[in-house]
């Protein structure tokens, strides 16, 4: 049995063994599987030290809990044999209830078996013992341990184990690192990173100042999309002693993959790294400095050599231009090209300096080696530039900012030349000798000037040069003048003389002078005396067409002011058609003066032309007056709040002036000697430009409807329309050529029954071809279908300017039969002065026997040419064919005295006599002709009277109407004006400086207001008033306007007063002599001189009342300088 017991005891001891093996080895497999997880996550998300510590704790706890649950009971497991003996008996059937008994027995104490019973049982226990001894024996005991438990145990072990050992295989580091971070989570101990972030910002590199700093970094290992990145930095100034606290910025990944952000650094030096979730690279030192820029630039130009040369003194512009960056970098003023320009600019640090964009500019950089931070940049200008700057430093840096300096040039641009004398191309006759005036103008200097003539012949394209007159000239505008007679150059009819202006600048760049300029050729057409005067008479044809428009227009205008008398029905109309009569009489008598001027340029006035305009003048002013006297009443009648009593007598009162101004349009067609096909032509003319107005006030009004649309996208209405219209313009068109060909045809049918009619009908046909009325209403049908109805009323309007000049060419027809006449009425009392100087010379000769033949022919030779000259006296008109009855009885006196001298027995005394008689007779002729010129010369200065009065008479009431509405502009209670009532006031600042121009347009103008002192300081006067309301408006003060305005318009209605004829109250009526007759030669009538515009008599009455003027505002200022009102 002891065999047994010592195996049993060996089992007991194994299994205790075995169990404490097993626990052990499951408490650390399973704690090696936790460390060997915990480092895994950590590895995979790392995990911070708090959170490792948590894991370490975690583990600590659960290997405690495993320690008390296993293996302190494997400890304390000591299994007995007995112990042993029952598990072995479960597992072997046949040692069951003998194996754990054997073994109690054999274990129990000898001593208890003294007695029988125990001998009995000691012998029993024996056998048991012995039987179980024996069983035991072929009963292998050990088999009843179990290894599996501890087996599956040390799995966990070795699982550990060989985790472990794979991955220090794999990397040692990441053992020691997972151990360490595991087992000791308050370590610093980092896992190898899983990235690489590298700064893409070079070391030790230096960076502008003030500019922001792109922190740009790339990751070189480990870069996906979510992957962030940081800069960690800090900052210290120069006068810091320590660095800033480290900042950390996260950046913006790039659709490059480069990590970015923008820094704003102002300080001098930066350290920053860059990081990733566990990576970071290393430390990157940057410097900073300012960028190169400009403090401050002046500009300075200088102005070309050629100007010193020429004495042209031109300043030096000089500008500040900033730092080059901003709006003040532009140069404000234009250099003229040419000039030297010069850029002086101070840097902030020093830097070389370049540029570009000189295209303009030939520049170079100079930079001050005493001082690198001075630059000048020198060029010559030659055209406009922008110079664009460049600063570069040795750190690489350049400028921040753009940085240029931009300026515009002014060409020294050729000068012009212009013929403003003759102001347009016209026809003279062979003897023409008029004055030819150029004006000629250089933006800096002329050195030469003149006129150049050439000439070409009739159907030669070829010019001949006649003549270049060139002289030296100064100063930019020289208006080049001289009196040029036609014969001198020594052309012919039928010729045509170029007249061209010439001028030369100063200008000299690099020895290239600017070309000589002539002007635009004024062309002269050379006509004979025939041609000269029916182009004359067809002026005059063209102003009796215009009179009988002007009849036509006050015959609707009566019949309208009727009808609307009838109808009750009263509106603006009427005044607006009687308005239309007026103007028409106006321009008769602008044509009438225009005629008169090239007659006078021709030397051709006073001829019976001359008389016909003006006495055609005279009749057409009559009915501008009667025009206006019914416009007045017109209006009259339509006044707010007149009464019925006052609207009938001012519409009565209107039809009269209405009648007068028919009367006078009757007269003055009788005067021109107008007929049916000159007035039907006339008509003909009007109404198609009506029409056409009509046309033209559709397409505006059809443009509001349809501008900005193409035609597909109009209605069908207003598509329509535009068909409709265009339809009206292609008929429009095509009468306007029927037009034109009737005009031709009755040009044709008049030639030869009038051709003065012929004439102006020709040149109402030429002036509608050459307008294009037809081709321009043609267009303008063109344009309205495509819709481009601008266009078409350009074309409108171009047709009736076009037909406009053709009615004016209509109008030419009066003013030009009184120049004609003062010309004839001129070349007779030359003519027969001359008559006089040859017939006093010869009367003392025909006492000389010896010479009887000699002066009987001297004497036969002036009877022959005073006859000729009274032919033309009786052809020349009534005023002219009174001279020509004595001119007749000296011819026959001189011929009667030839007669006698031929006789074989010369009677020398009879001879004599008849020749004194012929001499009286011819001063007889010169003393008519003398009063004819008078008279002629009265009427045109009367009727020049009229116009100055005419003009200041409007003048006086558009001042007045401004008065009007200034005052009631006036602020209530001298207030502050409001905001309308400034607004109002200025507007009327443009219409009172309208006034003061027209003002100032007479005294330019009008030659005998501006030779007359006593006018033209009145004029003076009213300008300074003027202008003084003309500021007060402008500035709103209205009170002030007022004061200048009444001191303005009392000025004009002196100026009208004095020209006037108001004997009553003319206070020097009793001073004036009495008229004497004309002397010889003198042109003047008697006292008063009455031919004068503004006789002697008019300024004395003006003087009078400037004077009585002043007295009146000395008294004024008397009476507020004692009222205490300081007046200035």
Not at 763 to 773: F, H, I, L, M, S
Request: glycine residues 6%.
């Amino acid at each position: 049995m002891k065999h047994a017991l010592g195996q049993l005891e060996q089992i007991a001891h194994r299994a205790r063994q075995l169990l404490l093996l097993g626990e052990g080895m499951f408490v650390v497999g399973v704690m090696l599987c936790a460390g060997i997880v915990c480092a895994t996550l950590d590895w995979w998300l790392r995990f911070p030290s708090l959170v490792r510590t948590g894991f370490l704790v975690a583990i600590l706890l659960a290997a405690t809990h495993l320690v008390r649950r296993r293996v302190l009971p494997a400890i304390r497991f000591r299994p007995t044999v007995l112990d042993v003996a029952f598990r072995i008996e479960r597992r072997n059937p046949h040692l069951q209830g003998r194996l754990a008994s054997a073994v109690d027995f054999s274990q129990q104490s000898p001593s208890l078996a003294t007695s029988v019973e125990s001998s009995t049982r000691d012998q029993l226990t024996q056998q048991v013992i012995d039987d179980v001894d024996l069983s035991t024996e072929a009963t292998e005991l050990h088999k009843a341990l179990r290894f599996g438990p501890t087996c599956k145990h040390a799995t966990w072990l070795v699982i550990g184990i060989t985790l472990l050992s794979l991955v220090g295989a794999l990397s040692g580091n990441l053992l020691r690192v997972g151990a360490t971070r595991v087992l000791m989570p308050w370590s610093d101990t980092r896992w190898p990173a899983r990235t690489e972030v590298r700064a893409l910002l070079a070391d030790e590199s230096v960076h502008a100042k003030g500019v922001p700093l792109a922190l740009r970094a790339e990751l070189s290992r480990g870069d996906n999309e979510d992957e962030r990145v940081w800069a960690s930095y800090r900052v210290k100034d120069t006068a810091a002693t320590t660095w800033s606290s480290w900042t950390e910025v996260l950046l913006a990944r790039q659709p490059d993959g480069v990590y970015e952000r923008l820094l704003e650094v102002s300080t001098d030096a930066v350290e920053l790294r860059f990081l990733s979730h566990d990576n970071e690279s290393e430390l990157v030192h940057l410097a900073f400095v300012p960028a190169p820029s400009i403090v401050s630039a002046a500009f300075e130009a200088l102005p070309p050599n050629y100007l010193e040369t020429h004495g042209v003194v031109v300043e030096t512009f000089t500008q500040s231009l900033g730092d080059g960056t901003n709006d003040s970098a532009f140069v404000e003023q234009p250099v003229l090209e040419g000039s030297l320009i010069r850029v002086r600019a101070q840097l902030n640090v020093p830097a070389e300096v370049s540029i570009a964009g000189t295209e303009g500019f030939d520049g170079t950089v100079f930079i001050d080696d005493a001082d690198p931070t001075m630059v000048l940049i020198e060029g010559v200008a030659r055209g406009a530039a922008k110079i664009q700057v460049r600063l570069h430093t040795h750190f690489g840096l350049t400028n921040r900012n753009d940085i240029g300096f931009a300026f515009e040039t002014l060409p020294d641009r050729p000068p012009t030349a212009a013929i403003i004398e003759p102001p347009n191309d016209e026809s003279f006759v062979v003897d023409a000798v008029f004055p030819l005036k150029g004006e000629l103008q250089d933006d800096l200097g002329l050195a030469q000037t003149g006129f150049e003539f050439t000439a070409r012949a009739s159907n030669v394209a070829d010019e001949r040069v006649l003549r270049t007159e060139l002289k030296p000239a100064t100063g930019v505008l020289v208006d080049e003048s001289q009196q040029l007679s036609l014969a001198s150059l020594g052309v012919s009819a039928g010729e045509t003389v170029l007249v061209r202006a010439v001028a030369e600048d100063i200008y000299v760049q690099d020895g290239v002078r600017h070309p000589r300029v002539l002007s635009a050729p004024r062309t002269l057409r050379i006509v004979s005396e025939e041609d000269f005067e029916q182009q004359l008479r067809s002026t005059l044809a063209s102003v009796r067409r215009e009179v009988v428009r002007t009849d036509a227009l006050q015959a609707r205008a009566q019949e309208s002011l009727v009808g609307k008398i009838q109808t009750d029905q009263r509106d603006q109309s009427v005044a607006k058609e009687q308005a239309e009569v007026s103007e028409s009489l106006v321009r008769h008598a602008e044509s009438l003066a225009t005629l008169g001027r090239r007659m006078q340029r021709n030397g051709r006035e006073g001829n019976e032309l001359s008389q016909i305009a003006l006495e055609a003048k005279a009749v057409s002013e009559a009915a501008r007056a009667a025009s206006e006297e019914a416009a007045q009443h017109i209006e009259s009648s339509q006044a707010p709040g007149a009464s019925p009593e006052g609207v009938a007598k001012a519409e009565q009162d209107a039809k009269g002036a209405q009648e007068e101004v028919r009367a006078n349009l009757e007269a003055l067609v009788e005067l021109l000697d107008r007929d049916a096909d000159s007035w039907l032509a006339r008509r003909r003319l009007e109404e198609l430009r009506e029409r056409i107005e009509k046309l033209a006030t559709d397409t505006s009004a059809l443009a509001s409807r349809t501008q900005a649309k193409a035609r597909d996208e109009l209605s069908a209405e207003d598509r329509a329309a535009l068909d409709a219209l265009a339809t009206q313009q292609r008929d429009a068109a095509t009468d306007a050529d029927s037009l034109l060909n009737e005009l031709r045809e009755r040009q044709e049918a008049t030639k030869k029954i009038d051709p003065a009619l012929a004439r102006a009908l020709e040149r109402a046909a030429q002036a509608a071809q050459k307008g294009r009325v037809r081709e321009e209403m043609e267009q303008a049908a063109e344009d309205t279908e495509d819709n481009r109805l601008t266009q078409a009323g350009e074309a409108e309007q171009r047709a009736m300017n076009a037909l406009a000049q053709a009615e004016q060419a209509l109008k030419d027809a009066g003013k030009l039969r009184a120049e004609e006449l003062a010309r004839v009425l001129e070349s007779l009392i030359a003519s027969v002065e001359r008559f006089i100087g040859q017939t006093e010379v010869v009367i003392p000769k025909l006492l000389e026997v010896a010479a009887t033949e000699t002066n009987a022919r001297s004497v036969g030779v002036i009877s022959q040419n005073s006859r000729g000259l009274a032919g033309e006296a009786r052809t020349a008109g009534r005023a002219a064919s009174r001279v020509a009855a004595p001119l007749e009885r000296a011819a026959e006196s001189l011929s009667a005295s030839a007669s006698l001298l031929r006789k074989e027995q010369p009677n020398l005394t009879d001879a004599s006599a008849a020749a004194e008689s012929a001499l009286v007779s011819f001063k007889e002729a010169l003393a008519l002709a003398e009063a004819a010129k008078e008279r002629a010369q009265a009427e045109a200065a009367a009727e020049k009277r009229e116009e100055l009065l005419a003009k200041y008479r409007e003048l006086l009431e558009r001042e007045v109407a401004i008065r009007m509405q200034t005052e009631r502009s006036v602020p209530v209670d001298k207030n502050a004006p409001t905001r309308r009532e400034q607004v109002e006031l200025r507007r009327l600042g443009v219409a009172q400086t309208e006034v003061r121009t027209a003002v100032a347009g007479i005294l330019t103008d009008e030659e005998t207001v501006a030779k007359s002192a006593a006018f033209s300081d009145m004029h003076h006067e009213i300008d300074e008033r003027l202008a003084s309301a003309v500021d007060a408006l402008s500035k709103a003060r209205a009170i002030d306007a007022l004061l200048a305005q009444t001191e303005g318009a009392q000025g004009i209605a002196d100026i009208i007063a004095a020209l006037g004829k108001d004997e009553e109250e003319d206070p020097f009526a009793e001073q004036k002599a009495p008229q004497e007759p004309a002397s010889s030669g003198s042109g003047a009538g008697g006292g008063g001189q009455p031919s004068e515009t503004i006789p002697p008599l008019a300024e004395l009455k003006l003087i009078r009342r400037m004077q009585q003027s002043i007295f009146d505002r000395t008294l004024q200022l008397d009476a507020s300088r004692a009222n205490g009102v300081s007046i200035e």
